[in-house]
């Protein structure tokens, strides 16, 4: 089954957190990046040199964790005979936080994106920059939202929402009638009215330009559709869709999104928006969709699910218990750590921890075992915010109603 966008994106922040916790004790932490579409045998004769000049390392534990990690990474790279579509990140090193004892451990990453760079690093930790910099390696959008007072000038990227620049117009405040003629004043507003549609232009410029895949236009009133005809932005901005908004502050630039749902339809936020709000209408409405994690564990069991939503700020772990007195294994979820023991819900003896991890990756492993679609919820977006504090951040779409 394919995995969604955002299954692969928590998979990549997860093994990324993993990755930034282990430190060296030397420079002995090995990082290896071959990008899409470069040899892979390039790196294998690199890696082999790099063992000939570790020999020359003076600590014999350091030098003997180098080679023990070059030798992992180089081994590894033997089962490719071709470089993966998207390249291949290997890690390898003594992760052991036991002085007294060497655990060298292997770690491999086929990213969501291309490796544009090919990189080799011997640190006390882990060289992860290219990968981070995939975490927001999704397309960005503008959004500016006026009125003929203010304007608001922002990017949307992934679920963020970042507020560049707001601007006030003094086309009325400043001018005043005296005792000028009636043409002359309505020439005095047209012409601040133009500086004011100038200086919203030349925000957008500086914000946009070779920076965002399109531009959302809103606003109450005709002053969006004034502004527009005007045009005063570089050409190469593409303005994907003018729409109507009761506000021009960050409210506004929401409602923006919020209207643009038929534009912007793999945009993250509004992606994340349409989820949400579908998944309130099916729980409240029409019963086909329920949510906490006894029900969505029944439904999963069941097949009776048919998209599994989890929230990526569950703080839940997941603790599998056998008992030894009648064998029955149970779970039991946690805020933090598991508890060693519990009582046994069959015969109430203390069945004893066998395993423990993260709730969010068991249902989500429990999900693609049974084939049905999983979708990782991000906390950005208030529509994510409101799965994870009014449905536990644990729901799930039925295919059918429970009678």
């Given at each position: 089954m ?44 690199k ?17 003997l ?25 290997v890690?390898?090193g003594?992760?052991?936080d ?23 690093r ?15 390696a ?14 608001t ?25 005296g ?9 005095l507003?047209?012409e ?14 500086a ?9 959302i236009v ?7 559709e004034?502004?527009?005809k ?20 960050e ?6 999104l ?49 998209q599994?939503?989890?929230?990526e ?22 805020r ?8 046994c819900?069959?015969?109430?003896s ?17 999900a ?36």
């Open positions: 394919k995995m969604a966008d955002s299954e692969k994106m928590y998979a990549l922040k997860k093994q990324l957190r993993k990755l930034e916790g282990f430190r060296g004790s030397g420079t002995e932490l090995i990082s290896v990046y071959i990008p899409s579409g470069s040899p892979i045998h390039e790196m294998g004769n890696l082999r040199e790099e063992m000939s000049q570790a020999s020359n390392i003076k600590s014999k534990s350091t030098k964790n180098v080679l023990g990690a070059l030798e992992r990474v180089s081994n590894y790279l033997k089962m490719y005979r071709k470089t993966p579509p998207n390249g291949i990140a890690f390898a003594n992760v052991s036991n002085a007294a004892k060497v655990d060298i451990e292997l770690f491999a990453v086929e990213p969501p994106e291309p490796l544009n760079i090919g990189a080799y011997c640190d006390s930790r882990f060289f992860l920059d290219p990968l981070q910099a995939q975490m927001g999704t397309d960005s959008y503008g959004v500016v939202v006026l009125d003929g007072r203010e304007a000038v922002a990017i949307v990227k992934g679920t963020n929402i970042t507020i560049i620049k707001k601007l006030n117009s003094t086309a009325h405040a400043k001018i005043r009638k005792g000028q003629s009636a043409r002359r004043y309505e020439r507003i047209e601040a009215i133009e500086v004011y549609y100038k200086r919203v232009g030349s925000a957008m410029d914000a946009f330009l070779n920076r965002v895949k399109g531009v809103g606003g109450p009133g005709p002053t969006k004034f502004f527009m005007m045009s005063p932005f570089n050409y190469q901005i593409k303005v994907l869709g003018v729409v109507d908004t009761g506000y021009t502050e409210y506004g630039i929401r409602e923006a919020s209207k643009s749902e038929n534009i912007l339809a793999h945009q993250e936020a509004v992606k994340e928006k349409i989820l949400v709000d579908r998944f309130i209408k099916a729980v409240v409405n029409e019963g086909l969709a329920t949510y906490g994690e006894k029900e969505v564990r029944n439904v999963i069991a069941t097949k009776q699910a048919e599994v939503l989890l929230s700020g569950l703080e839940y772990t997941s603790g599998l218990y056998k008992c030894p007195s009648c064998a029955v294994e149970t779970r039991k979820s946690f933090g750590k598991p508890d060693d023991t519990i009582a819900p069959a015969c109430n203390q069945a004893k921890l066998q395993d423990s991890e993260l709730l969010l990756d068991e249902l989500a492993e429990l693609k075992q049974a084939e049905i679609p999983v979708e990782i919820l991000s906390t950005n977006t208030a529509e994510g915010a409101q799965f994870l504090t009014g449905f536990g951040g644990i729901g799930a779409f039925l295919r059918y109603k429970t009678r």
